[in-house]
């Protein structure tokens, strides 16, 4: 059946919306209509965490809590699943086990970033993550005033026998069994002008898609849904696909990682952990848990940003691109699509092939700051050599040009040559000639086409173990 | 309520079309520079701010037309149907350019000694340099923002994200054409400040006080991230040229340098930034022969203002930078330099300005103390044998040092008063001109105030900073905030507890019949009790002495005042903070990216009164200032469009830039008998630490390098990796 409106629950009470405000971002639904004002806007560009909040969604069967930035999350985005504030992790108590962490560690100065570093810390906790991962699960909460110290002693200081957890404040089952009642449902909203789409299949997806070409795809939403966002609150009509649960699958086929097109980034790195370490650890250094817990595969691959960290190890490894459109399925390689391959259908799978045996992957990104950041230059090597001499070495590199690109002509180059440094080091001319890198805000051309040469060291070097 | 904002940084206006904008739904009113009532210039130096643009604009994102209106989408609805017509004339951006054009804000400043051309004559080595260093954006996380709403007979009242309740209450009076007693400012606490709320929190203040006055209603002005950061100065680069005599085993005999700081368009506080450059540059080194000069360049950017430190990171990063460029040139071991050149006893301990740096062991003996805790010799050792062997890699180590005069320059800012009320149940309200901002300045008043009265700290509030309960005091700035308005409350309540004490000797006497010959050395204040030293067992809870000196009409209320003592011409600081860190860093040669592996820190700052807050005064400075020296590069274009915007184009540290070993220490048994409660400010001087992050740095480059680096600060990947490239020895990456 197709409904006229979305549900969710904030801190265990449902909200039900058909209005405009269904475009609302969370972040200002939250302060401005439901006077929820723990949580703090800064950036409100998804760059800083402040406006972490938990959210709720099923997986496997049951509520799993992960912290996204309410900036970036509009409401229709949310329907099925659960926002805990700050102010919901202690109903009825003065602290959390978490909170109190924080005040006795010092762990607040000014304040304004608290709430956000309280919900991430809590998202660890629900996670399980151990204290030499917690770096990472802070990563995406920026503070100017503690210097960080004092919230990671508070991480290592929270005992996860006296932690209370969410499902324990807000058992799940009433909301489980709301959300099973209304998962199926197609959604469809038109109100001022404006109107959403929010299907329950990917069939129901590609015939929304093939009657109304002009709407926009939103997926994770993270680059669409900066405000003012000239999608989102422009008024044109938005086709969103977080609801369709077959594009959220992923799993290992053969010698295949298939990636639904939905699938977050989180997902890609759980799976990478054991099927391809190398991804996963570049994975890593994608955004932010906020951003990775909310971002898709497809949308980043959609997006051809010429600065997308996701493209480089697609391009090496020649992931095939599975579009659905009303003739069916077909598939393209990552190399050769463009978005015209879209306008009558959607990205549904993306196929990569994992590294063989006789192949080397190295994944590679440079940017300013370690963490959090957009990438200067990444880049992807897939080698296969064979006594000492390179038999095919594949590469790929994004920030040097227009698109992220496989560098052919440098392949060609090093092709049959002698596995050394020398030969890489030879190679660099033929890949300047290749790259046209530009200046702008985060780097220069220069700095650029000096990193893009210096990748090809690198990569040398890390095979010995360096580097 | 917002403004519309000039599209360019210089230019002539010639044309406001308002017409389409008031047909808005929702629009309340727009205002532009003719409708303010008494002037349009206010600023805390020169009075050449202004509140809104006239007759031309001169930076970008310069407020223009004031917009007051329903809702938000009502009054960006607006600005986008304003029409502002500007002939754009060609901006100066950079110290350069204003250099050629002649264009400058004030005088030329100088602090001079001895006979510096003399001294370079003469000296066995001179060495010529330049350093440039950065701006840096302050990102406080709460934006500029402030609420107005009016009261009876024209009075406004103000709520402002401000570390300076003062000014806001000066500026608006004059502005608007208020008597001073018109206006009541307010500030609660801000999320951040760093400088940034200390004279630039004024245009959201006077725009909400303007609509406020003009329509009589309440009116908020709250700026958005990323125009925070496109219309609000931020810490001024600067540029140093540097001519340095030395001799052949590092002691330096004279130095002459000329500094020169961006100003942006108007004065803001740049001449205070600069003396305090010009204070800083000998850091912890004797300097025998100087000439030191500061020029501030007028130039079409925001005016660039107060951040953490004050000018003297520029002042301190030169001459740090120094000591490894004489130590390159002549073989040494930097350490050795600085400790060679570090202030000592007698005509070796008076800085070029004249203050005597009190106790000539103290920077050496911390010095030795920090090497030896960090392990300098066998790390130092150990960087040098691995940068033999990694070809991938690049490891450097060193040690710099902060001496950080404490005080306003500006000697009459040195003051402040205080109100404390005891209550009947003996709880206490204290009052201050000090604003919190996250530095814990509450928390230390409301145990100096407890400590005086023997209660318990939770019996103490500290009430909203307004100008209603402390008139005419400084901004909460120089790190002094606890010095001044922890000084004012100790007198206070200092003087009620005086009058208590005879009060409590009298009733104590009365029940054990014991004549108190010396009440303030016989009565004890503590733990919430009051007793006779003699009979211990005999106490009176502090809440009922309270209640019956009430009764006995005993004033329970204090207002005092306290003034820094001692300053003047040869004096401008009260004491100096003393510290020094020990960085080591590594270097990707391939890609320029830098991590620091290990931070050790020794600061003496006498007798904390809070341990916790003083150690996240030190981690959060060290850190901030680590970004200033690394990933934090604020740039515009030629144009004067800031480039590096909004936060997820400006890149501050995060949790994952953390040293994996960060030793942190405060020198044990210090006092600070002059200041109250024998402690030290600690705000500033910890930022100032983290140029070891970037003098490790260069020495890192220095073990691959031909000559002297050239690396400008923030060193950035980019930065170091084009200074390898530039002057890398080749035959490393080709072996």
């Known amino acids: ?467 | 309520m917002d403004a519309a904002c000039s599209p360019v940084a210089f230019g002539t206006i010639t044309c406001i079309d308002l017409e389409d904008a008031r047909r808005v739904p929702g629009i309340v009113s727009l205002y532009t520079a003719a409708d303010v009532p008494r002037t349009n210039h206010y600023g805390p130096i020169k009075g050449d701010d202004r509140l809104l643009a006239e007759g031309d604009v001169l930076y970008q994102g310069e407020p223009v037309v004031l917009i007051a209106g329903e809702t938000r989408e009502a009054v960006r609805e607006a600005q986008k149907r304003i029409r502002i017509e500007i002939i754009p004339r060609t901006p100066i951006t950079t110290i350069d350019g204003a250099i050629a054009a002649g264009s400058f804000l004030g005088v030329l400043r100088e602090v001079r000694r001895g006979d510096a051309e003399a001294g370079l004559r003469d000296a066995e080595h001179v060495l010529k340099g330049q350093m440039e260093t950065g701006g840096q954006e302050h990102l406080y996380l709460e934006s500029q923002g402030a609420i107005a709403y009016p009261g009876e007979d024209g009075q406004l009242v103000i709520h402002a994200s401000t570390q300076n309740t003062t000014e806001i209450q000066d500026v608006v009076a004059e502005v608007l054409g208020l008597g001073q007693h018109q206006v009541v400012c307010i500030c609660k606490r801000m999320g951040g400040a760093f400088g940034g709320k200390e004279s630039q929190a004024a245009p959201p203040a006077l725009m909400a006080a303007l609509v406020a006055l003009k329509t009589g209603r309440a009116a908020r002005a709250l700026y958005g991230k990323a125009d925070d950061m496109r219309r609000t100065g931020k810490r001024h680069p600067y540029r140093a040229e540097y001519e340095v005599g030395f001799s052949g085993n590092g002691l330096i005999t004279a130095l002459k340098a000329a500094f020169y700081s961006n100003g942006g368009a108007t004065t803001d506080l740049s001449p205070g930034i600069m003396d305090r450059t010009l204070f800083h540059v000998d850091n912890a080194y004797f300097l025998p022969h100087v000439l030191l000069t500061g020029r501030i360049c007028r130039t079409h950017l925001p005016s660039n203002t107060a951040f953490r430190g004050f000018g003297g990171p520029q002042g301190v990063a030169v001459v740090e930078n120094i000591m490894e460029e004489i130590a390159q040139t002549l073989g040494l071991d930097a350490l050795e330099v600085r400790q060679r050149n570090c202030y000592g006893a007698g005509e070796r301990g008076v800085t070029p300005y004249g203050q005597a740096v009190p106790d000539g062991e103290a920077l050496p003996e911390l010095m030795r103390h920090l090497a030896a805790t960090g392990e300098y010799e066998s790390r130092r050792e150990a960087v040098a044998a691995f940068n033999a062997r990694s070809r991938t890699h690049v490891k450097g180590i060193s040690m710099t040092l902060v001496k950080f005069g404490i005080s306003f320059t500006s000697t009459f800012l040195n003051q402040a008063n205080a109100l404390v009320n005891v209550y009947k149940d003996g709880a206490v309200q204290v009052s201050t001109g000090g604003t919190e901002m996250g530095q814990g300045l509450n928390t230390k008043i409301k145990q100096l105030v407890a400590d005086q009265l023997g209660i318990l700290p939770e019996k103490v509030r500290v009430m909203p900073t307004s100008t209603e309960k402390n008139n005419n005091t400084p901004p909460t700035a120089a790190s002094a905030g606890t010095d001044l308005n922890g000084g004012a409350a100790v007198r206070a309540s200092g003087l009620i507890r005086a009058r208590l004490t005879q009060f409590a000797a009298d009733l104590l006497a009365e029940k054990n019949g014991l004549r108190v010959e010396d009440p303030a050395e016989q009565i004890i204040f503590a733990e919430g009790c009051v007793y006779d030293r003699r009979v211990p067992e005999q106490q009176i809870p502090f809440g009922d002495l309270a209640h019956a000196a009430h009764r006995e009409r005993i004033d329970l209320g204090e207002r005092s005042f306290y003034k820094t003592p001692g300053l003047g011409k040869d004096r401008p600081f009260f004491y100096y903070t003393l510290g020094g860190a020990l960085a080591e860093v590594c270097i990707d040669r391939f890609t320029g990216e830098m991590t620091v592996e290990r931070v050790d820190i020794l600061m003496d700052i006498g007798r904390s009164i809070n341990p916790a807050i003083d150690r996240g005064q030190l981690l959060g400075g060290f850190v901030q200032g680590m970004g200033w020296v690394t990933t934090e590069k604020v740039s515009y274009d030629e144009d004067g469009t800031l480039l590096s915007w909004p936060v997820s184009g400006y890149k501050i540290p995060s949790v994952l830039d953390l040293p994996p070993v960060f030793n942190v220490a405060f020198l044990e048994g210090a006092e600070n008998p002059e200041n109250v409660a024998s402690s030290k400010a600690v705000g500033e001087p910890p930022l100032l630490l983290a140029i070891s992050v970037w003098t490790a740095a260069k020495n890192a480059l220095s073990f691959v390098c031909d000559g002297i680096p050239r690396l400008g600060l923030p060193a950035t990947g980019e930065e170091l990796l084009l200074c390898l490239y530039r002057q890398g020895r080749k035959e490393v990456v080709q072996e």
């Open chain 1, 1 to 467: 059946m197709t409904r006229g409106y979305i549900f969710f629950y904030i801190n265990g009470q449902r909200v039900q919306l058909n209005g405009p405000r269904v475009f609302w971002r969370l972040s200002e639904f939250l302060r401005d209509e439901r006077r929820l004002t723990g949580t703090k806007i800064v950036c409100a560009e998804g760059a800083c965490g402040s406006c972490s909040v938990l959210q709720g969604r099923m997986e496997a069967g049951t509520l799993r809590y992960r912290a996204v930035n309410s900036c970036l999350l509009s409401l229709f985005q949310l329907d099925g699943s659960h926002v805990v504030t700050v102010e919901g992790l202690t109903p009825g108590e003065a602290t959390s086990e978490v909170q109190g962490a924080l005040i006795a560690a010092h762990g607040a100065q000014c304040g304004y970033c608290t709430p956000g570093f309280v919900v991430a810390l809590t998202a660890a906790q629900e996670q399980g993550i151990a204290a030499d991962a917690l770096p990472s699960a802070l990563s995406g909460n920026l503070c100017r005033c503690t210097g960080y110290l004092p919230m990671l002693e508070a991480g290592c200081a929270i005992k996860p026998a006296a932690y209370r957890p969410l499902a324990q404040i807000y058992p799940p089952d009433a909301m489980a069994a709301d959300f099973a009642a209304h998962g199926a449902d197609n959604i469809e909203i038109a109100v001022d002008g404006r109107r959403l789409f929010a299907p329950a299949t990917l069939e129901e997806a590609v015939q929304i898609k093939r009657t109304h070409p002009e709407a926009v795809l939103v997926s994770g939403g993270t680059e669409l849904a900066v405000p003012p966002s000239e999608v989102i609150d422009a008024g044109r009509a938005l086709l969103s696909l977080g609801r369709v649960a077959a594009l959220a699958e992923v799993r290992r086929e053969a010698d295949t990682l298939v990636l639904g097109a939905g699938a977050t980034w989180t997902q890609v790195e759980a799976i990478a952990q054991t099927e391809c370490p190398e991804l996963a650890a570049y994975l890593r250094r994608f955004g932010a848990p906020q951003i990775r817990n909310v971002g898709t595969v497809a949308g980043s691959i959609a997006h051809v940003s010429p600065a997308a960290d996701s493209l480089p190890p697609l391009l090496v490894l020649e992931a095939d691109l599975e579009v659905a459109d009303a003739q069916g399925k077909r598939l393209v390689p990552v190399r050769e699509y463009t978005p015209r391959d879209c306008q009558g259908g959607l990205i549904s799978r993306v196929l990569l092939p994992l590294p063989r045996a006789e192949q080397t992957l190295r994944l590679f990104k440079v940017s300013r700051r370690r963490g959090f950041d957009r990438s200067v230059v990444s880049a992807a090597f897939l080698l296969e050599a064979v006594e000492g001499r390179i038999q095919s070495l594949r590469i790929a590199l994004s920030g040097v040009g227009p698109c992220v690109m496989r560098l052919a002509r440098t392949e060609a180059f090093l092709k049959g040559r002698r596995l050394e440094e020398a030969s890489l080091c030879a190679a660099g001319e033929t890949l300047r000639a290749e790259i046209a890198p530009v200046s702008d805000g985060r780097a220069g051309a220069e700095y650029r086409g000096l990193l893009a040469e210096n990748m090809l060291l690198k990569f040398c070097c890390s095979l010995e173990g360096n580097a």
